[in-house]
Each structure stands twice: as structure tokens, then as C-alpha cells.
């Protein structure tokens, strides 16, 4: 089992900067790639970014340039740097944890945080 604890939502105006981490714990394994996702009120949980063991990093169109995914191995800990925020950015952001390759999929991903709330305001 893998337990995975986010933190760093809040409320902040556009053009604000949030960044959420996301704490593994349990049996967490070196070949494993993390993800955030996020869920709009009334809409499905979308793809955000990865990030794999190798540090390679995967965003979604609409994120790029402004989001950062990192990790910290040492520590089984993911970041999401969320800069230049927008209205559309407001959503539940969730960390999710799949054994192997990347994929944008979420029924891919084997384990999921319980999600933090990220709001934007005009």
C-alpha cells in the first residue's frame, strides 16, 4: 500500500503563485512515476503533469510555462509549482502514484491522494 498526503491548496488572485507537494508513504518503489491531477466541479479529472524516476517531466498543453513538477526522491515527495494562475486553474488537484512509464491516463494510476482545494479568483 502506498499513502499519498497533499498539501499547499489555497485561495489566491490571478496571476498568483501556489505550490502544492504531495507526500508518499508505505511501499514506494524506484520505478514509479507521480502525477497531478485536477477535477473541476461538474467536469472529469483531467491530466496536469508526471513526473518519472528519471526526472523526465510530462505537461498537459494548458500548463506548460507556468506549472513545474519536481520531486524529491530522498524524501518520496512531489511538488507541483503552480505560477501565473488562472480562473480555469481552480479545481481539486490530486497526486496519484502508477508503477513504471508515464501516462496521462487516470485509471492508470494505482494510488491517489485525497486532493487539495486550488481557487482562483478574477
Known amino acids: 500500500q502506498v499513502q499519498l498526503v497533499e498539501s499547499g491548496g489555497g485561495l489566491v488572485q490571478a496571476g498568483g503563485s501556489l505550490r502544492l507537494s504531495c507526500a508518499a508513504s508505505g511501499r514506494v518503489f524506484r520505478s514509479y512515476t507521480m502525477g497531478w491531477f485536477r477535477q473541476a466541479p461538474g467536469k472529469e479529472r483531467d491530466f496536469v503533469a508526471a513526473?518519472?524516476?528519471?526526472?523526465?517531466?510530462y505537461y498537459v498543453d494548458s500548463v506548460k510555462g507556468r506549472f513545474t513538477i519536481s520531486r524529491d526522491n530522498a524524501k518520496n515527495t512531489v511538488y507541483l509549482q503552480m505560477n501565473s494562475l488562472k480562473p480555469e486553474d481552480t479545481a481539486v488537484y490530486y497526486c496519484?502514484?502508477?508503477?513504471?512509464?508515464?501516462?496521462?491516463?487516470?485509471?492508470?494510476?494505482?494510488?491517489w491522494g485525497q486532493g487539495t482545494q486550488v481557487t482562483v479568483s478574477a
Open positions: 496519484a502514484v502508477k508503477w513504471g512509464d508515464y501516462s496521462s491516463s487516470y485509471s492508470s494510476y494505482s494510488y
Open positions: 513526473i518519472r524516476w528519471s526526472d523526465s517531466t
